[in-house]
């Protein structure tokens, strides 16, 4: 069983920064991708950040400049960084990994619960 495990998110000025963090525990044979998405109310969830195992990178348009995904192999980790936020930024964001739990299986994709980040204007 794998799991993702969010923290970080909370209450911040416009202005601010907040830093999220992502743990992927469980039963890993490998991980690509890695990514944070964002769904605010009454919107679609949208990917705000990716990542891959070898350390490339995307952002959606809105946050590049100011957001920084980073990853740490080791420790199925995944952490993103957000400097400069917007009242726009309020949203629930999700922790995203596609995992191999073993050799012989396919990548899936699993989620974190949530963790909800608002910015106060």
């Known amino acids: 069983q794998v799991q993702l495990e969010e923290s970080g998110g909370g209450l911040v000025q416009s202005g601010g920064s907040l830093r999220l963090s992502c743990v992927a525990s469980g039963a890993i044979f490998s991980s690509n991708a890695m990514g944070w998405y964002r769904q605010a109310p009454g919107k679609q969830r949208e990917l705000v950040a990716g990542?891959?195992?070898?350390?490339?990178?995307n952002y959606t348009d809105s946050v590049k400049g100011r957001f920084t995904i980073s990853r740490d192999n080791a420790n199925s980790t995944v952490y993103l960084q957000m400097n400069s936020l917007k009242a726009e930024g309020t949203a629930v964001y999700y922790c995203n990994a596609k995992i191999k739990v073993t050799f012989f299986t396919k990548e899936h994709d699993y989620w974190g619960q949530g963790t909800q980040v608002t910015v106060s204007s």
């Open positions: 990542i891959t195992s070898g350390g490339s990178t």
